[in-house]
C-alpha cells in the first residue's frame, strides 16, 4: 500500500553534499578564532578548536555515510 515511502528521491544523493558543506563551514571557525585569541583567551580558543574538530569529523563522516548507502541509488 505504502511502497513508495520507501522509495529513494532521485536528488538525494546529490543532497549529500549538504553535509560536506556544513563541515567546511565548521573549518572556518578555526581562523575567526585565531583573529579573535587575544579577546577570547586560550581555554575559549582550545573549546572551540575542539568544537570543529568534532562537529567537522561528524559531518563529514556523515557526508561520507549518506553517499556511500545511496552508491547504488543513482
Known amino acids: 500500500m505504502f511502497e513508495f515511502l520507501d522509495d529513494i528521491p532521485s ?21 575567526l578564532a585565531l583573529l579573535v585569541l587575544n579577546r577570547i583567551g586560550f581555554v575559549l580558543f582550545f573549546a ?12 563529514f563522516t556523515l557526508f561520507w555515510m549518506c553517499r556511500s548507502s545511496l552508491r547504488n541509488s543513482r
Open 48 to 59: 572551540v578548536v575542539l568544537d570543529v574538530l568534532v562537529n567537522s569529523a561528524t559531518l
Open 11 to 31: 536528488w538525494a544523493y546529490n543532497w549529500c553534499y549538504f553535509f560536506a558543506f556544513l563541515g567546511a563551514l565548521q573549518l572556518l571557525k578555526l581562523p
